[in-house]
């Protein structure tokens, strides 16, 4: 049902030619949407939106974007859908303003519950400003099937990423609601040696079951700093922000 047709996608030719690396320090932004619909933002900065600095990163779940689309939150993106209807693609979305290339796109095999949509993760490399290449990986953990399915699909892109070397970022709702799910990520985690990212007010996380969905992990560089902002008014989960600077 609603199987999206071409994956990644990019509306923008603006990927082809930006070669300016990423900051020394820059702000990552990692947000399950929940479809909201942000079509009047799609040219203003998510600055605008929240109460942040300039964030060069956005790492973002259950977007939605128009076919012919050429921003979101004002900078250019690719796309990984899981769910594609007449006039608009949903999915995880990574946006940047700074050099940014599609690596690899990861839809599910399995579709939740069975028969309804597949989930995706979507693999993006981004040079930084000392030249190395940054892997950035945004996904959005499928849901509602046995655990064997939620590890098998995780192995399934892990295995995209075990030959990769250097700098490493993965965010996203991960749909970690029980202990075993919790489990079964940190011991992924560990085999691609990332350190998760803690925050100073992670009562202010999505939670399930009383088990955070949202994560970010890292590796190749300094954290500077984290936070969580509150924003029930405009989705169901709560933004991660943080910054990193090049070890």
Known sequence: MYKPKSTPISHSLHLQTVSTPLPACFTLVCWNLQKVDFAHFI???IENLLPIDQAQLLSLQEAG??????????????????????????GVLTASSHSMSAHHQCL?????????????ALITQ??????ETLTHVNI?????VPHRLFKK???VLWSKLSHLEGPMIVSGDFNTWNKTRLKTLQHAIAQLQLTK??????????????????????????????????VPDISDHNPLIATFCVA
């Open 43 to 45: 040219h203003r900065p």
């Open 65 to 90: 974007a128009w076919a012919q689309q050429n921003k979101f939150f004002d900078l250019p993106f690719v796309m990984a859908p899981n769910i594609q209807t007449r006039k608009k693609h949903f």
């Open 108 to 120: 599910t095999h399995s579709r939740e519950l069975g028969w309804i949509t597949h989930k995706t």
């Open 126 to 131: 981004h040079r930084l400003a000392n030249d």
């Open 140 to 144: 959005h953990a499928i849901n509602f």
């Open 153 to 155: 699909e995780l192995q």
């Open 197 to 230: 990212v803690d925050y100073p007010e992670s009562h202010a996380i999505k939670t399930l079951l009383r088990k955070p969905l949202d994560h970010i992990f890292f590796r190749g560089l300094k954290l500077h700093s984290s936070q969580v902002i509150s």
